[in-house]
């Protein structure tokens, strides 16, 4: 199985930052993409970034210029660095995690989730 842990959520003022973890841990043999996903009261989940084993990133166009994601490979391990943070970001975000066990099944893995409140 694969573990994720989750940390830095918070309640931040309109303007401010938060950097967001995630570290897996577990039977890992390779990770092939981490990403952040959030999800709002009365919305379903939506992809915030990802990124690729080879470092390409994608990100949601209403956080694009804001939010970094990037990874210490190392470490097994996904940041979300959110700058400019709006009200509209409050919702609980998601670390997901996609790879191969050392027996080469596939696995897509869901951390907890950690509330970002932003207030006004």
């Known amino acids: 199985q694969v573990q994720l842990v989750e940390s830095g959520g918070g309640l931040v003022q309109a303007g401010g930052s938060l950097r967001l973890s995630c570290a897996a841990s577990g039977s890992i043999r390779s990770i092939n993409a981490m990403g952040w996903y959030r999800q709002a009261p009365g919305k379903q989940r939506e992809l915030v970034a990802a990124?690729?084993?080879?470092?390409?990133?994608n990100y949601a166009d209403s956080v694009n210029g804001r939010f970094t994601i990037s990874k210490d490979n190392a470490k097994n391990t996904v940041y979300l660095q959110m700058n400019s943070l709006k009200p509209e970001d409050t919702a609980v975000y998601y670390c997901?995690?996609?790879?191969?066990?050392?027996?080469?099944?596939?696995?897509?893995?869901w951390g907890q989730g950690t509330q970002v409140t932003v207030s006004s």
């Open positions: 990124i690729t084993s080879g470092a390409a990133t």
């Open positions: 997901n995690v996609k790879g191969r066990y050392w027996t080469l099944a596939q696995f897509d893995s």
